[in-house]
């Protein structure tokens, strides 16, 4: 079975600078999908940035980045310029790519990493 | 109305009380899932419907029962539940199998969940 680990329960940033969440995961698939989600304490949990298995480009969105490590099993998300909205619980989470069968929105999730930001 | 919609946000039932969560999906998706969110615990899938067929019950105790009538609407009765059972509860949506919109990436958009304590 596929496991999602997030090794960092908590991380916090100074308004303005740089930093990276942590993700590892461990399949024996060849593709796949993974995504780091965003839950603020409003509870909504939202998409942040999304990586398929067979691109060797790193997704960026925005402020966001992922470092895709596929030999390692590694998917770390960078948040540059940090803002006080950025203050969430960030999801790891990673979805096995079987293209027209049922793995479609079954993700497992990481354990997820507070981030605080202080101004 | 746009996105996914839980009701009611928060419920305190005792262990003997019968009572229903609601979601509504707007996004014109064809698969809803039920997750459960338990403190510092990773998120659990519960229930996967596809075009309203069950098609995942992820060894959920009877006491959970999904009731998914159209593919925009999908309920959680709950019935006898046990303290354990307190939880914030997840509704997503996503493209699911059959979606004829273009690639399908699985990726799921939430409710803003269900804060659910039993006492």
């Known amino acids: 079975a596929q496991t999602v680990t997030q090794s960092q329960p908590e991380m916090s940033v100074q308004e303005a600078e740089t930093v990276t969440l942590s993700c590892t995961y461990d399949?024996?698939?060849?593709?796949?999908?993974l995504f780091w989600y965003k839950q603020p304490p409003s509870r909504q949990m939202i998409l942040v940035i999304r990586q398929e298995a067979y691109k060797q480009q790193n997704a960026t969105e925005n402020r966001f980045s992922v470092n895709f490590q596929k030999a390692a099993k590694s998917f770390s998300l960078k948040i540059s310029d940090s803002q006080l909205g950025d203050a969430a619980m960030y999801f790891c989470?990673?979805?096995?790519?079987?293209?027209?069968?049922?793995?479609?929105?079954?993700?497992?999730f990481g354990q997820g990493t507070i981030l605080t930001v202080h101004p | 109305e746009t996105g996914v919609t839980q009701t009611p946000r928060h419920l305190v039932m005792g262990m003997t009380n019968k009572k229903s969560l609601k979601c509504e999906q707007h996004?014109?998706?064809?698969?809803m899932y039920w997750y459960k969110q338990s403190a510092k615990k990773p998120l659990e899938l519960m229930f996967v419907y596809n075009f309203k067929e069950q098609t995942e019950n992820n060894s959920v105790p009877s006491r959970f029962s999904p009731e998914c009538p159209n593919s925009s609407h999908l309920f959680l009765h709950l019935h006898t539940l046990q303290p354990e059972d307190s939880a914030l509860y997840l509704c997503?949506?996503?493209?699911?199998?059959?979606?004829?919109?273009?690639?399908?990436?699985?990726?799921?958009?939430f409710g803003e969940g269900s804060r659910l304590t039993v006492l």
């Open positions: 996004l014109g998706h064809n698969a």
């Open positions: 399949t024996s698939e060849s593709d796949y999908y």
């Open positions: 997503a949506s996503s493209q699911g199998l059959g979606w004829r919109g273009g690639s399908n990436t699985g990726e799921l958009f």
């Open positions: 989470a990673y979805r096995r790519d079987n293209a027209g069968g049922t793995s479609y929105g079954k993700l497992t």
